[in-house]
């Protein structure tokens, strides 16, 4: 071990010490010894130091005990005295800075409250672009994906690059490869995250770049970050110091990218680091520290050029990650699936009610089709302009020895998600209410619509490959083309929707779970039953049941209903034990027919959303493709962006359009018959349908007895016109008790 760097570390660590026990002390001038600290929302208290000491520090009074036990690490002081199981002076020194790293991050959060934004996202506009110590609603989020291994760790940056542009191609190759992104410290004032807005990237939670702060202390929150999930869900106790730093060496796949000079006090963070067994690697000549022993490899290397920073690390740290090498131009992969494309960033766009956009996935004979092929038959995004738009059909054929017809919408559902894997490219909706939204960073690199193709048919292998041999894709972007596949789509939707017809709810044990759209709404379970459908209409019970038999482990699991809770609510202990932990404790029940109480969660795919109308002792319900005012007060991008976000919201419900007209529907509410309200496209759509079943009900004239907009868009407008038709609502028991 060098010793120049354990000098550096060793002497870094005795400033950054001396330094936060003078914060302290001036803190404890200006506020009573009682005051509270901490940082926001977080049961964890100061993680790193309840994680490895067991101390709660709640008060400014309680900082003292982690701040002496920081002192007395400092070697040579204290040697074989101390409670850590330190391998060297060295990193107890490191340690030690890294707790009192923690303390003054408190006292700032004490001192000057508004520095850190409180949000997963920054407020560029604001200036506000640090964001501090996740709390405990954004850990519990993004932690659980570090354990499930849809992250497979972090890089932590600190410092500069030498420019935005270098900075940016780092970043994107961590982003490549699903890690995480923490970026803390300034190189003489500047920083990545400065430099990354500059190249036009989106930092914040969403795009897994978290901005934690402009000083090297903030590389504390990235530590405690990994100390709480470990806690949350690896079931280490706090206080369990051994345990807690070999969970995060063995499990954590973690390090540290040190860019620009090192001074003392990096020595010592890149020090604390290394007992976590996460390695450094800096673009500087330091002095290296090689033997491996605590780290999986080296500890620190030096000298690591920015075109190998991303390798090196990676491989440093032992971290295997399969890269789907999909020849397009933009990067892929699922850190950019929350991404969006806002308004200022938008080149073009399909569907979303300015076009037509459909979706479908039909099965071919193997001699049809030609695997691999991608045919764009009408204009391309090359020829469009900023602010243009395209009609869109995307035609997916597929063959294979094991394919079946029933696994047509399992396939189709992907499109979403794989869409949304493109950076610069967001997908909203599906069927053939897709909605695609191009930015013009995506077009500047290049993309066209032939690599949402090359996308489909890469990982429809990649991921279904044991079902299929041939997949070919066909885009249209005619007028023409694209109606007619909508026609021949919608029929294929309808029968799809009515395989499940005959079913009743009383007849299976088995439901399905559907947690596909976890990636934008947490905390989101679809249950679904033969009688409801997904809220996203594109998965019915006999979907689900296909879809876990190609992928046991997917998305979509069997729920054994078990005992019913409430038949006319439809509540069952299976499915909420279930959705308990699906939910992960967000949600411990809910309600499969009823709207009013404790209704199922509505994520932001759902075709509609009904609400409450009091004064008419009904409900409406509108659909995505109508943009107009509706009786509630609300839009439907309102109403779905109020309640789209995975969380069960009494009075309001996301369903399909299918669902309408099932027998289940709302049932614990008063049934279809409470419907009052609709938009005329959605009515007319769905007319054969809701004729029928009208008339099962008793009343075969339903069509004529529901408000439109025509009638009127608020609840005064339309009371007289259902008075006058003798809408069954008005005589049914209160809606509200
Ligand atoms: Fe699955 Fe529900 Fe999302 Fe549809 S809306 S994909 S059923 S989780
Ligand atoms: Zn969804």
Known sequence: MSRLVAFAAIQGGYNIVSKVEGKYQRALETYNADTKVGFPNTAYYLPVIYSLLGLKVETLEDMKKPLEVARKLLPPH???????????????????????FEIEEAIRYLEDPDFYLFSEEIDQEAGKIWLGAADDTVFRKRGVEFVDGSAPGFAAIVGAAPDPETAKMIVEEYQRRSLYIFLAANQNGTTVAEQLLQAGVQIGWNTRIVPFGPDISSAIFALGFANRAAMAFGGIKAGDYNKMLHYNKDRIYAFVNALGDVNAEWAAAAAGCVNWGFPTLADTDIPEILPTGICTYEHVVANVSHEEMVQKSVEIRGLKVTISQIDIPCSFGPAYEGERVRGADLHCQMGG??????????????????????????PDIKELKEGETLPLGIFVQIAGREFQTDFEPIIERQIHHLINYIQGVMHIGQRDISWIRVSKQAVEKGFTLKDIGVVLHAKFHQDFG???????????????DVDELTKRARAEYKMRDERVEKMRDEDVEIYYSCTLCQSFAPNH???????????CGAYNWMDCKASYEINPTGPNQPIEK??????????????????QKASRGAVDHYNFYSMVIDPMTTCGCCECIAAMLPACNGVMT??????????????????????????????????????????????????LLRMVWMPKSLKDEIKERLDKRGEELGYPNLYDMIADETVGITEEEILPFLQEKGHPALNMEPLVG
């Not at 850590?84 to 002076?89: A, K, N, V, W």
């Not at 300015?354 to 045919?375: F, H, P, R, S």
């Not at 019913?564 to 439809?570: A, I």
Request: aromatic share 8%; charged share 20%.
């Open 466 to 480: 044991a079902i299929f041999d041939k997949a070919e894709i066909t885009l249209y972007t005619k007028q023409e």
């Open 353 to 378: 009610g300015k076009t037509q956009a459909t979706e479908l996935v039909k099965m071919a004979e193997m001699n049809e089709i030609e695997d691999g092929k991608v045919n764009v038959v009408g």
């Open 622 to 671: 509108v659909n995505r493709d109508y943009t107009g005012e509706t009786p509630c007060g609300m839009k439907f991008t309102t109403l779905a962006g109020v309640m789209g976000g995975g969380a069960s919201s009494p009075g309001f419900v996301g369903h399909s359009k299918f669902n309408v007209t099932q027998r289940k529907f709302i049932k614990g509410d008063g049934g």
């Open 525 to 535: 379970v679809c249950t679904v039953s033969p009688e409801r459908t997904g809220l």
């Open 78 to 100: 204290v040697k074989g005295k101390n409670h850590l199981p330190y391998l060297g002076p060295l990193l107890d020194a490191g340690m030690a800075a890294l707790f009192a």
């Open 562 to 579: 078990g005992e019913c809770l409430d038949p006319k609510l439809g509540q069952w202990k299976g499915v909420n034990e279930f959705v």
